[in-house]
């Protein structure tokens, strides 16, 4: 089943320092954190602070491929976790014609800001992320969980 979702927030993870795109679901009930790069963190940032560049940046690139090819990102999918790596889908439609194109999740989500496509994440990706080790330390990873999950968008650095 899909779950849609919506991008609420970056944060910095406290234990390793790196980003995290927090998702929620629209009745705020589930959380998804997402470690992501800080290349990729930034091309999120940017686009939640509309922040505009004088040269497109690769995701501007590819929204205006879609736009000028006469294609719509329908949606995006994040369909699974297989070692603590997420995987992801476009879904583009032209012509009546529905195309799932391989993405890192990263990417999908700064595209999915772009073009205002919704964000849709399989249940059992939800389910399976909660037991996700996060940390060498069990401790640690249980604290940061718990902390993920109660996360005000208050909270967080970068708000939607």
Do not use: C
């Amino acid at each position: 089943m899909l779950i849609e979702m919506s991008i609420r927030g970056l944060t910095i993870d406290p234990a390793t320092n790196m980003p995290i795109v927090v998702l929620r679901d629209v009745d705020n009930q589930r959380a998804l954190p997402i470690w992501v790069g800080p290349v990729e963190a930034n091309a999120i940032a940017l686009q939640v602070e509309n922040v505009m560049l004088p040269r497109p940046m690769t995701h501007d690139l590819i929204r205006n491929v879609l736009q000028d090819l006469g294609a719509v990102l329908r949606r995006v999918l994040i369909t699974d976790l297989q070692d603590g790596t997420f995987f992801a889908y476009l879904e583009i439609v032209r012509d009546g014609d529905v195309l799932l194109v391989d993405a890192r999740p990263s990417d999908a989500l700064a595209l999915s800001l772009r073009t205002s496509a919704p964000i849709f994440v399989e249940s059992s990706v939800l389910d399976r992320a909660k037991s996700t080790d996060v940390s060498s330390d069990q401790t640690d990873s249980d604290r940061l969980q718990q902390w993920l999950e109660s996360l005000d968008p208050d909270d967080l650095g970068y708000k939607m």
